[in-house]
């Protein structure tokens, strides 16, 4: 599964970007979708993640309340809504899809088969 993110790029404090996933095979429609995030001092952290029906969506404290993510199984499509943007926000975003999820383990890295390449986020202050 080839995954490709698009939508990053500069924003300042308080404003939004939407952050797009297109997934290249059918199979996508299976499969728990992710995001984490990194910085340099860090590595990949769990933003949020959502199950395969779409049905239920999880998210990292820091980011609840200020971020959606919402998925097309039509279109093999999940987006990352993001709202209220702080510079703490500023990372690499990459998505994620897992074949088996569990809640249990779902902030874990190697949860996660398949990863994008990444697209940054910087905010300004």
């Known amino acids: 599964v080839q995954l490709i993110e698009s939508g990053g790029g500069l924003a300042q404090t308080g404003s939004s970007l939407r952050l797009s996933c297109t997934a290249s095979e059918r199979t996508f429609r299976r499969d728990a979708m992710g995001w984490f ?21 999880y998210y990292a404290p820091s980011v609840e309340g200020r971020f959606t ?14 709202d209220n943007l702080t510079p703490e926000d ?36």
Do not use: H
């Not at 860090?42 to 395969?52: C, D, E, Q, Y």
């Not at 993510?69 to 993001?82: A, E, F, Y």
């Not at 874990?108 to 088969?113: E, F, G, R, V």
């Open 69 to 82: 993510i919402s998925r097309d199984n039509g279109k093999n499509v999940v987006t990352l809504q993001m």
């Open 37 to 57: 995030r990194q910085t340099p001092e860090k590595g990949p952290v769990f933003v949020a993640a959502i199950t395969w029906s779409g049905g239920r969506p």
């Open 90 to 125: 500023t990372a690499v975003y990459y998505c994620t899809a897992a074949r088996r999820f569990d809640v249990a383990t779902m902030t874990w890295q190697t949860t996660y088969d398949y990863w994008g390449q990444g697209t940054q986020v910087t905010v300004s202050s």
